[in-house]
């Protein structure tokens, strides 16, 4: 399956609800008027692209309507797609430097597929022939390190774990430690899923990031904050308290074909200004895709 049907099957649920709101908009007006305008914009809204990115998107609209005289349904949504591309932002993957350590902290609340994810990506990066080896940094939940173990048996990949309750960071450097011993070309770092507050989370963070940047100061590191889409706008605040508590560089949306609101990707980025890299379009190991802006807009809008 190439990557725009990829796309099109994972967003079938979003693409049915945007495609069955706009018949309705579209039917009750014979051009493209202030009224449409409206409710495209909480159309938008309720495909939870956010409020900021669906109002901006509308006034894109307005002004390309002006700038054009194209009123019609055809013209207005491939400049709704084209705008949709901007937000997301150019094509990025998660930047592996060869003949380097390069570490990759994974972030994000409980329940979003952090976890699986890890694992997931640990067994795409062992396909290319690369060395891996995770770290159970979330100590504070049994159940995160036994299924981070279980993907470390499924994909023959090394597993670095202390005791529940341990100190993250020691765990950490003891995964850097083995990394390194291994000649490893990938570490992969899941860290605890708790959001009491920014100050605990920034904490906890910062004393992994000194760990590494102590133990590997070459190491590539990166952060990726993982998020489920069918949190709607929660994914939205949980993008917002990780972005304040700690430097993202990357996101990964899980669940995409679990929604029928997959617009929450748009209101992550235009809130975030963080490349979505990873994009969770079933349950199965290749679902786990690269995310391509235009390929999801494509598969979002018919035009």
Same mark, same amino acid.
């Given at each position: 399956? #190439? =990557?725009?049907? @990829?796309?099109?099957?994972?967003?079938?649920?979003?693409?049915? &609800?945007? !495609?069955?709101?706009? $018949?309705?908009?579209?039917? @009750?007006?014979?051009? &493209?008027?202030?009224?449409? *305008?409206?409710? *495209?914009?909480?159309?938008? $809204?309720?495909?939870?692209?956010? $409020?900021? !990115? @669906?109002?901006?998107?509308?006034?894109?609209?307005? %002004?390309?309507?002006k700038r054009t005289g194209d009123d019609s349904h055809e013209g207005v949504m491939s400049a709704v797609k084209t705008r949709i591309v901007e937000i997301l932002g150019e094509k990025k993957t998660l930047d592996i430097e060869p003949?380097? =350590? %390069?570490?990759?902290?994974?972030? #994000?609340v409980n329940g979003t597929g952090k976890t699986t994810t890890a694992g997931k990506l640990a067994l795409k990066y062992k396909r290319e022939g690369k060395k891996v080896i995770m770290a !159970?940094?979330?100590?504070?939940?049994?159940a995160a390190v036994n299924q981070l173990k279980e993907w470390g048996t499924?994909?023959?990949?090394?597993?670095? @774990?202390?005791?529940?309750g341990s100190d993250p960071a020691s765990v950490v450097f003891d995964a850097v430690?083995?990394?390194?011993?291994? %000649?490893?070309? $990938? =570490?992969i770092?899941?860290?605890?899923?708790r959001l009491h507050n920014k100050k605990n989370l920034m904490d906890e963070l910062s004393k992994i990031n000194r760990i590494i940047d102590r133990e590997a100061p070459d190491a590539n590191k990166m952060s990726i904050l993982i998020i489920d889409a069918t949190t709607g706008q929660n994914a939205v605040l949980q993008t917002e308290a990780f972005s304040e508590a700690v430097k993202l560089d990357y996101l990964g949306i899980t669940? *995409?074909?679990g929604s029928a609101k997959g617009g929450v990707a748009i209101a992550v980025s235009y809130l975030?200004?963080?490349?979505?890299?990873?994009? #969770?379009?079933?349950e199965g190991v290749e679902d786990l895709m690269d995310f391509d802006p235009q390929a999801f807009a494509d598969a979002l809008i018919d035009t």
């Open positions: 399956m #190439g =990557l725009f049907e @990829s796309f099109k099957k994972g967003l079938a649920k979003t693409r049915d &609800f945007w !495609a069955a709101e706009w $018949v309705k908009t579209t039917a @009750s007006h014979g051009k &493209f008027d202030q009224d449409m *305008l409206d409710e *495209l914009e909480e159309l938008m $809204v309720r495909a939870d692209c956010g $409020v900021p !990115a @669906s109002e901006d998107v509308a006034e894109y609209i307005k %002004n390309y309507i003949g380097k =350590l %390069n570490i990759i902290l994974m972030v #994000g !159970a940094a979330d100590t504070f939940r049994a499924r994909t023959e990949t090394a597993v670095i @774990s202390h005791e529940e430690a083995a990394a390194k011993a291994r %000649n490893c070309d $990938v =570490l770092v899941d860290t605890a899923g669940k *995409l074909d975030a200004k963080v490349p979505i890299v990873l994009a #969770g379009l079933g």
